[in-house]
């Protein structure tokens, strides 16, 4: 499985033995990360379709309005993020493993789901936070300087600002693989070819540490307040705005009631992130103050299982936000129906 939290704390715990409880959990957790697996691949499904929709959807709308660009950036995050949980997912089904017995090859699972998908999962759930801080912190721009936000918030700073959070996100991951390959290596004395990864520093090196406390800390908490602050006040805003348009008519009213269209559509993607990412922190925080409650702990069984989850509801958030673009979204509703009628009359 993508080993989110785990992998990023990777926190020591004292090996004291199974309670009854965790001993239980033990025995059911196979069944439990296989229907998670095959939830992942499903799920996975549905979001590439969905994503691949929404950065088709965009590009036809074009880049005039910096919010587009926004999005656009945040469904090729939420793709990268459905891929590698789904990848994930496969690899720990048993799908594979009659194939890679066919081809008498055994692969070290941990060590290359870490390789291939942990990590660049950890890469694009982390930027998918960040970019919707981003977009609600646009938007609260948007409400609070109405007259100077395309000055503020142009479309050259919306591409710097996107730009910068690919690099300041994706580059760090660099050092793990320094000096890593995946590699095949042939055993002649049972006649079986292992799959697995080489090379590299310890996981407890200077710069995976780091690597854990900016994953695992800075970017996740920081994403997380930024996201619940600024979606409280836009409700506030929404509220004040409703009641303000009520007794306006014309096209002022109007302009109003799209712009309050667009805070609607953000408001709901900040709330679903919010709900779907609050475990993670409290599973952080699970990991630093117990120290049964880890990878090495009486309770890592549990952790493993709540690690789990958190990467499907991430992947989940990831895949459903061309709902929320098409149910309060005129013009994206719009497009998508009439590039989803076109493709069914052609064939």
Not at 283 to 308: C, K, P, Q, W
């Amino acid at each position: 499985m993508v080993n989110n939290s785990n992998e990023i704390i990777g926190t020591a715990g004292n090996a004291t033995g199974l309670d009854n409880s965790a001993l239980y959990f033990k025995s059911f957790y196979p069944s439990f990360q296989s229907i998670l697996s095959w939830a992942m691949v499903g799920v996975g499904f549905a979001g590439i379709l969905s994503n691949v929709l929404t950065i088709i959807v965009y590009v036809k709308l074009g880049f005039k309005e910096t919010i587009n660009i926004s999005y656009l950036a945040l469904a090729l995050s939420d793709l990268g993020c459905v891929l590698t949980a789904m990848f994930s997912g496969v690899l720990n089904t048993s799908a594979l493993e009659h194939v890679f017995e066919s081809y008498r090859i055994k692969m070290d699972l941990v060590s290359v789901i870490r390789l291939l998908a942990t990590w660049p999962h950890i890469v694009f759930s982390k930027t998918t936070a960040i970019l919707t801080a981003w977009i609600s912190v646009q938007r609260c721009l948007c409400v609070v300087f109405p007259t100077k936000v395309r000055h503020i918030v142009s479309l050259t700073v919306t591409r710097v600002v996107i730009t910068s959070i690919f690099v300041a996100v994706c580059c760090p991951v660099a050092f793990v693989y320094v000096e890593r390959r995946l590699a095949l290596r042939f055993d002649p004395l049972d006649n079986y070819t292992t799959l697995n990864v080489y090379g590299g520093k310890t996981d407890r090196g200077i710069d995976l540490v780091s690597l854990r406390l900016m994953y695992g800390f800075v970017y996740p908490i920081l994403s997380w307040v930024i996201v619940t602050v600024c979606t409280t006040f836009l409700i506030l805003r929404l509220r004040t705005a409703a009641r303000w348009r009520h007794l306006n008519s014309g096209n002022q009213g109007r302009v109003t009631a799209r712009e309050t269209r667009v805070t609607k559509t953000i408001v709901t993607v900040a709330t679903i992130f919010i709900l779907c990412s609050v475990l993670q922190p409290l599973h952080v925080l699970a990991n630093v103050m117990f120290s049964e409650y880890s990878r090495t702990g009486s309770l890592r069984f549990i952790d493993m299982a709540i690690t789990e989850i958190t990467v499907l509801l991430g992947q989940f958030n990831s895949s459903v936000n061309i709902i929320v673009f098409t149910v309060l979204g005129c013009r994206f509703r719009s497009v998508l129906f009439k590039m989803i009628s076109a493709w069914f009359c052609v064939r």
